[in-house]
């Protein structure tokens, strides 16, 4: 299973990114997809979490209203597009995938495959 992250980049407060997480190797529609994010100096966090075959979705409290996790069958990909973005969000984001009989969940251990990061900037 491969899971390859990218869309990150620099953006200022209050912009928009997509970031996107191509996942391949196996049919993802029994799996639960998620973001997590990991700020400097800081455990990884969680961001968001789909389920692939209902899409279903879960948010952390701190980006409701805000973010946007969706997945397209046809490309085996998992987006979250982020909006309104605030300086504190500059994290490394990760993509994973966990079996769907987690749930949706926020626990990072629950997730067994990871993609590699991408780094978000927010300047002020």
């Known amino acids: 299973v491969q899971l390859q992250a990218c869309g990150g980049g620099l953006v200022q407060a209050g912009g928009s990114l997509r970031l996107s997480c191509a996942a391949s190797?196996?049919?993802?529609?029994?799996?639960?997809m998620g973001w997590f994010r990991q700020l400097p100096g800081k455990e990884r966090e969680f961001v968001a979490a789909i389920r692939w075959s209902r899409g279903t979705t879960l948010y952390a409290d701190s980006v409701k209203g805000r973010f946007t996790i969706s997945r397209d069958n046809a490309k085996n990909t998992v987006y979250l597009q982020m909006n309104s973005l605030k300086p504190e969000e500059t994290a490394v984001y990760y993509c994973?995938?966990?079996?769907?009989?987690?749930?949706?969940?926020?626990?990072?251990?629950?997730?067994?495959?990871w993609g590699q990061g991408t780094k978000v900037t927010v300047s002020s």
């Open positions: 994973a995938a966990g079996p769907q009989r987690i749930g949706l969940s926020d626990y990072v251990g629950m997730y067994d495959y």
């Open positions: 190797g196996r049919t993802f529609s029994s799996y639960i």
